[in-house]
């Protein structure tokens, strides 16, 4: 089971094939973290790792080239550049367009301006 801030632990519902799902990922992911639950909770936390690390060193506050409407969508989404949520961040979202180079900053289809991978905002969407 999940809801919209992600899955919810110890949910008698999880299946034998997410069971065995989770049990393969944390063999490939031994040693680059810890197991986040089911449904994607393995490639939530090797995401979110990604995110962590590409978004640590990245500046995606320069909103000098953008129109006052613009910069709206940023801070009446209150975007921020670090996210604390385990399982919300934009490099995890529907709406972010990574860039190419992924050492620079991305886009978002809904937020304007530069996008931290490593961001938030009140539009995050989980990829389906
Ligand atoms: S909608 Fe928000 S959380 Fe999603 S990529 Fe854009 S800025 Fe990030």
Redesign the pocket.
Known sequence: MTDNNGPLYGDASMSAECTRRVFLKAAALAGAGTLAGCDGGAETAALREKAKRLGAGLDCSDVSALQPAEVSTRTD?E?RQHTERVDQF?LG?L??EPNPVETACGA?K??RGP?NPD???K???KVK
């Open positions: 989404n975007y934009c979202c709406n972010f978002c809904t937020v996008i961001g938030w905002c539009q995050w969407t």
